[in-house]
């Protein structure tokens, strides 16, 4: 079966630096996805991965390693707006999206 | 932010009525998705659509169909709604070319409860 891991919840200071991680295993692969949810919100995109290495975007960097089925999400200068669920999505080979449950993020002052 | 629009944002039900979920998008994107996001699980595929009139089964397609007449709008419907389909509704739509095609944009959502 396809399967899209990544912790429940995850707590951090606020100016700090926190990891994400999400490892998967899926029927073919055409790129990971990280995207943002605040409660009640709309998942919003954060940053695309197909090709080995980091991807860096201002705060946010993703990173990918296909041969270990493994991914994470790194948020630096950590802010109190941070504070939401982050989600894991990898493409298989029909180009679906298999989602992780996702990764609660606590941020602290 | 990406031109969609889901109707109705909330809705109350009672088990065994139908009930239909609309999808506006003013993008002219091709692909249109139906997901259900569920407290402990991921968001799940319920139905697609590549296009007018052609449409596909997602993960978790029994219970809904759908409906796709125009390029701006996907219809989900409960034919008879049951407590199980209690959930948020979420409609994504994606674009044309190699990395736009990948990347989903999501509606606001729609916080379905069956009573």
């Known amino acids: 079966g396809q399967n899209i891991d990544q912790p429940t919840e995850m707590t951090a200071t606020e100016g700090a630096i926190v990891q994400i991680n999400c490892t998967y295993q899926t029927s073919g692969f055409n790129g990971l996805f990280w995207y943002q949810q605040h409660a009640g919100e709309a998942p919003t995109f954060l940053s695309y991965n197909v090709l080995d290495g980091l991807e860096e975007k201002g705060r946010f960097s993703s990173f990918l390693s296909r041969s270990k089925g493994y991914s994470y999400l790194l948020l630096k200068e950590l802010q109190m707006k941070d504070s939401a669920s982050y989600l894991c999505?990898?493409?298989?080979?029909?180009?679906?999206?298999?989602w992780g449950a996702g990764t609660k993020l606590i941020i602290k002052p | 932010d990406a031109g969609i629009t889901q109707s109705p944002r909330h809705k109350v039900t009672e088990t065994g009525t139908p009930v239909t979920l609309r999808c506006h998008q003013t993008?002219?994107?091709?692909?249109m998705y139906w997901y259900r996001q569920d407290p402990g699980h991921g968001l799940r595929l319920i139905h697609y659509s590549y296009g007018v009139k052609d449409t596909d089964k997602g993960e978790v397609s029994d219970g809904y169909s759908v409906s796709r007449s125009k390029t701006e709008d996907f219809l989900l419907t409960l034919e008879s709604a049951t407590s199980s389909q209690t959930s948020v509704y979420f409609c994504?739509?994606?674009?044309?070319?190699?990395?736009?095609?990948?990347?989903?944009?999501f509606g606001a959502g729609t916080r379905l409860s069956v009573l």
């Open positions: 999505a990898v493409m298989d080979s029909n180009y679906q999206l298999i």
């Open positions: 994504a739509i994606s674009g044309e070319g190699d990395v736009a095609k990948n990347i989903q944009y």
């Open positions: 993008e002219n994107h091709r692909y």
